[in-house]
């Protein structure tokens, strides 16, 4: 069964420094997602990427943040200058069609930021 | 009122028993409903869509009561591996999907 697959399983950076968080959707998805879950608590949708931009983002996808889809099969979230309050688990998602179709979520990347 | 409220349990039941839980979601203009679960430190992995005329799949079953904006989810039968946290999840209407805080059950031998 297709997987949505994230690298790395785990990331520890020093706060100030840039990461970038990659992810592989299924490969016949068109949309793409990255959501995030501070450590107990509830999930949290940043931002939905189709047709090569940003369809929605939250409030918490401020100028820190930015995705790319830099080739056919990867997609990717950067976070500048990151804050000890973005450590969480980033889960990248895709979908099918956008609207009401389901999200298949990857396995997340756990981001500690010291 | 949140925008999506679940009870947080923890729910802890024996093997066999029949267990149901209850989303509450504040925006009348949702489009779409779905129960994920997730296991500690995973990823949440849809169970099942919810519609309106309610849905069943195996021991699972779903209702959604537009007119009260509550979602229900039922579990009969209930086994060791259905120990997780059971995540309401709205759609308001764009691709933004809402997160209740989730519901723990822990099935017990």
């Known amino acids: 069964e297709p997987e949505v697959t994230q690298t790395p399983s785990h990331q520890v950076t020093q706060m100030g420094q840039e990461v970038i968080l990659r992810c592989v959707p299924i490969?016949?998805?068109?949309?793409f997602y990255w959501y995030r879950q501070i450590l107990g608590q509830k999930v949290e949708f940043l931002v939905s990427?189709?047709?090569?931009?940003?369809?929605?983002k939250s409030e918490i996808f401020d100028d820190q943040f930015s995705v790319e889809r830099p080739d056919g099969s990867n997609f990717t979230l950067k976070i500048r200058s990151t804050k000890l309050e973005d450590s969480a688990m980033y889960f990248c998602?895709?979908?099918?069609?956008?609207?009401?179709?389901?999200?298949?979520f990857g396995p997340g990347t756990r981001l500690t930021v010291l | 009122r949140k925008e999506v409220e679940q009870d947080p349990g923890p729910f802890n039941v024996p093997e066999g028993a029949t267990v149901a839980f209850n989303c509450t979601y504040s925006?009348?203009?949702?489009?779409?409903f779905f129960w994920y679960r997730q296991d500690c430190r995973k990823e949440p992995k849809l169970l099942m869509s919810?519609?309106?005329s309610g849905n069943e799949d195996g021991r699972f079953t779903a209702q959604l009561n537009r007119a009260s904006q509550y979602i229900s989810l039922l579990i009969r039968d209930s086994k060791l591996s259905d120990s997780a946290t059971y995540l309401c999840?709205?759609?308001?209407?764009?691709?933004?999907?809402?997160f209740g805080a989730g519901t723990r059950l822990t099935v017990k031998p």
């Open positions: 998602a895709s979908g099918e069609v956008g609207g009401t179709d389901t999200q298949y």
């Open positions: 490969s016949n998805h068109l949309y």
């Open positions: 990427f189709y047709n090569n931009e940003i369809s929605e």
């Open positions: 925006n009348s203009a949702s489009q779409s």
């Open positions: 919810v519609y309106s």
């Open positions: 999840v709205v759609k308001p209407g764009g691709d933004d999907m809402r």
